[in-house]
């Protein structure tokens, strides 16, 4: 559906990709979040991503404990898995991220919570603005297991030599149920664990891309953007 028209303030209009060039001079407003949510609920292909490259611009002050940022819902009996999502961490005053991802492995077996984590060395809630890049890449193993690399950089990379800020291989491919693949942004579920600051530059790209390649364009072609 059609994004609402969010009040922007103290935000600088310039927008700088991975490389260090300017993509745009005019970028005035910003997804404000205060106990809302917005939803995308139609199907956005995400299953039809194998690999991907979450990104997204934030400014925060510390969260509630599991404050959600942006996920993709899993359609199943336990309505509050996600096949992925990025939330702050499960304490007061949360200043870190936390990831949830929801695996399936080849017996068709599902755990919602193969990852479920707090990320320290990931910190954005200092009421500045920080890029936040998350990519997933499934692979099958030596032994033709099926595994999944997930890579968080924060700032591209930039006080970590260009690698990522958090990193974790597990067994199994990401699981996004039977259902649509809906994005949420602001909270964990519809009525609890609500994000307060603002988001911009959202995108859900189809491969993986490298810190350099960071908000510019897709490699495939193929993105669901939110400005």
């Known amino acids: 559906g059609t994004v609402p028209s969010f009040a922007m303030h103290g935000r600088n209009p310039e927008i700088v990709d991975g490389a260090g060039t300017v993509l745009r001079t005019d970028n005035v407003k910003a997804l404000a979040f205060d106990k809302g949510v917005v939803k995308y609920n139609d199907n956005l292909l995400l299953p039809l991503f194998p690999e991907q490259t979450v990104e997204f611009m934030i400014k925060a002050g510390p969260q509630s404990s599991m404050a959600g940022i942006v996920r993709s819902n899993v359609c199943r009996r336990d309505a509050d898995a996600p096949a992925w999502g990025l939330s702050f961490a499960d304490v007061a005053n949360a200043t870190a991220l936390r ?129």
């Open 99 to 227: 990831l949830r991802c929801s695996m399936q492995f080849d017996t068709g077996e599902v755990d919602t919570s193969r990852i479920n984590e707090n990320m320290s060395s990931v910190v954005v809630g200092d009421n500045r603005w920080h890029h936040i890049a998350m990519t997933i890449k499934p692979y099958r193993d030596n032994e033709g297991a099926r595994k999944t690399t997930i890579c968080v950089y924060k700032d591209y990379g930039k006080d970590t030599n260009g690698e990522p800020s958090w990193t974790k291989t597990v067994s199994g491919w990401l699981f996004y149920g039977t259902g649509n693949a809906s994005v949420w942004l602001g909270a964990t579920s519809s009525t609890t664990s609500f994000f307060k600051g603002q988001l911009d530059e959202l995108r859900i790209s189809q491969g993986i891309l490298e810190p350099s390649e960071f908000l510019r364009s897709a490699k495939n072609g193929m993105a669901i953007l939110v400005r």
